[in-house]
């Protein structure tokens, strides 16, 4: 009987234990025992791993060691579950979550389902950094599908610009939705926004663009910029007036973590996607995606000056981040080897469909539209066509 030892870093145990079973017949209980005990242990090891390089490391060794078991119990099996439609995405600011909001465009386009967009905003449907009332469906929004009277009640998927507002939101949206965001390392998506909204043109002179972001952080300017400090916990709810307050900060996390079901992270997104994936009961095929507003110049490296500065500048968002980067890998890391070959299968799942639409691993610059919004690589290519024909398709006078 072959026996697979579960054991990634202890070398010297793996092999001696391999040649015991050769030399020598052994209990496999022992052997069971033995695994049982090195996966925990290297599990515990994981959780306080805080470089990321190691814990990739780790991970992919994880992957591709021979000693580990390929023979799962019926619990690490894929449970058998019903795809929900019901979804609130908190779109942030330069984080990827214009992908997300495709990839759920997609979904609700193809299953005819009803969203959430400003009927006064065609161009794309946002409130950005608007607060939201329970009078505000009827006010703002365009009017469910199928239903003979306008009405404003019982929407499927919310992924627009509009501050996090739960029991505001639950008025108008389906019973059981799941509320989704997206968070991205607080530093590259300050300077992402800050270059993204020109806001360096709003410091004067004609320094580096580090200097004119110490300068933007120093001043006042960003005061009039609801793009700048804290970005991404704006949006989930914080107010600019309690930046600074260390005790609120604290609660809207741990508000969050009560009220989100889950917080994806834009700096690990294709691991990302396969937990999105797991949450909504969705395929593979659901959730690939294409990679959109991406600037042409190249990143800015930041000093460890800037990082010091930029960290005292977006507390609250770095607070926000640490705080959900963590919960991201505790629920990655409950999976085991299971989500690894789910993430394997995913990849090779996105790579066939890009090449099955653009014919390469990435999209052209200007991908040829045959304007049938019915097809799916003409959904799949997603962006403005996609948003309008959503939003043309439920707009009607009320």
Not at 331 to 355: A, S
Request: glycine share 4%; with cysteine.
């Amino acid at each position: 009987m072959q026996v697979y030892v579960g054991i990634i870093f202890c070398g010297r145990l793996t092999h001696a234990l391999i040649n015991c079973e050769d030399n020598m017949k052994v209990d496999t209980r022992i052997f069971n025992v033995i695994a049982l005990t090195a996966s925990i242990v290297v599990f515990v090891y994981l959780a306080s791993v805080e470089d990321q390089t190691t814990r990739n490391l780790i991970m992919k060794s994880w992957e591709e060691n021979p000693f580990v078991s390929r023979d799962f119990s019926e619990t690490e099996m894929e449970q058998p579950c019903t795809p929900l439609s019901n979804v609130v995405f908190i779109k942030t600011h330069k984080t990827g979550s214009t992908t997300i909001q495709s990839i759920l465009y997609r979904y609700g386009l193809s299953r005819n389902l009803s969203l959430v967009f400003r009927r006064q905003n065609e161009r794309n449907g946002h409130i950005p950094y608007g607060h939201i009332t329970e009078s505000s469906p009827r006010e703002l929004f365009l009017p469910v599908l199928g239903k003979v009277d306008c009405s404003y009640k019982g929407y499927n998927i919310s992924a627009i610009h509009v501050v996090h507002n739960r029991p505001v939101m639950e008025t108008y949206m389906n019973p059981g939705s799941k509320y989704i965001t997206i968070l991205r390392n607080p530093a590259s998506q300050l300077m992402s926004a800050f270059l993204f909204f020109h806001l360096d043109r709003k410091v004067k002179g004609n320094s580096s663009t580090e200097v004119k972001l110490i300068n933007f952080m120093d001043g006042t300017t960003w005061k009039k910029s609801p793009y700048g400090r804290n970005g991404q916990s704006h949006y989930l709810g914080l107010d600019q007036s309690d930046f600074d307050d260390h005790f609120k900060i604290n609660k809207m996390i741990q508000t969050l973590s009560k009220e989100l079901d889950l917080v994806l992270i834009s700096d690990y997104f294709e691991e990302s996607l396969v937990l999105l994936k797991q949450e909504l009961c969705w395929s593979f095929e659901d959730v690939v995606f294409t990679v959109q507003n991406n600037r042409s110049r190249p990143k800015p490296q930041l000093s460890p000056t800037l990082l010091t500065k930029m960290r005292s500048f977006n507390n609250a968002d770095f607070l926000l981040y640490e705080h959900f980067n963590r919960t991201l890998w505790e629920r990655i890391e409950k999976q085991g080897p299971k989500f690894w070959r789910d993430l394997r299968e995913f990849k090779r799942v996105q790579n066939e469909t890009m090449h099955k639409c653009f014919n390469s691993s990435t999209m052209p610059p200007k991908f040829n539209h045959s304007g049938d919004m019915n097809t799916f690589c003409e959904q799949y290519a997603g962006s403005f066509r996609l948003f309008k024909h959503l939003f043309n398709k439920q707009r009607r006078e009320c």
